[in-house]
C-alpha cells in the first residue's frame, strides 16, 4: 500500500483544516488507519485511528472533541477533520496502515506503511 497525505497548510487559532490520504493498491479496506504527528524536535505521536469499517475510531485526549477521522473505502481515503486548531497542533501530519483490521492502536512499529506527510502550521 502506497500512501499519499495532502491538505496541510498555514491556518490561524480557531480554524479548520482537512487533511487527506489517499492510498493506492485494492486493498485500503483491508486496513486500519491512523494519523500521527510530529512537532518541530519533538517525537513522533499518535493523533488519531480508524477501524477498517470505520465503524470504530480512537483519538489521542489533547484533539477529542476537535478533531474527526474518517475513511472512504470506495474512494481508498481516509480523512482528519482538525477544527479550532491551536498553535500546539503545528506538525507534520502522518497517515499510516495497520494490517490488524481492529486497528487502535497508538504504537508507531504496529504500523505498516507510512505516508510522506503534509505541514499544519497554526498561527497564534
Known amino acids: 500500500v502506497q500512501l499519499q497525505a495532502s491538505g496541510g497548510g498555514l491556518v490561524q487559532a480557531g480554524g479548520s483544516l482537512r487533511l487527506s490520504c489517499a492510498a493506492s493498491g485494492r486493498t485500503f479496506s483491508s486496513y486500519a488507519m491512523g494519523w500521527f504527528r510530529q512537532a518541530p524536535g519533538k517525537e513522533r505521536e499518535f493523533v488519531a485511528a480508524i477501524s477498517w469499517s470505520g465503524g470504530t475510531t480512537y483519538y489521542t485526549d489533547s484533539v477529542k472533541g476537535r478533531f474527526t477521522i474518517s475513511r472512504d473505502n470506495a474512494k481508498n481515503t481516509v480523512y482528519l477533520q482538525m477544527n479550532s486548531l491551536k498553535p500546539e497542533d503545528t506538525a507534520v501530519y502522518y497517515c499510516?496502515?495497520?494490517?490488524?483490521?481492529?486497528?487502535?492502536?497508538?504504537?508507531?512499529?504496529?504500523?505498516?506503511?507510512w505516508g510522506q506527510g503534509t505541514l499544519v502550521t497554526v498561527s497564534s
Open positions: 499510516a496502515a495497520d494490517s490488524r483490521l481492529k486497528g487502535g492502536s497508538r504504537l508507531i512499529y504496529e504500523y505498516d506503511y
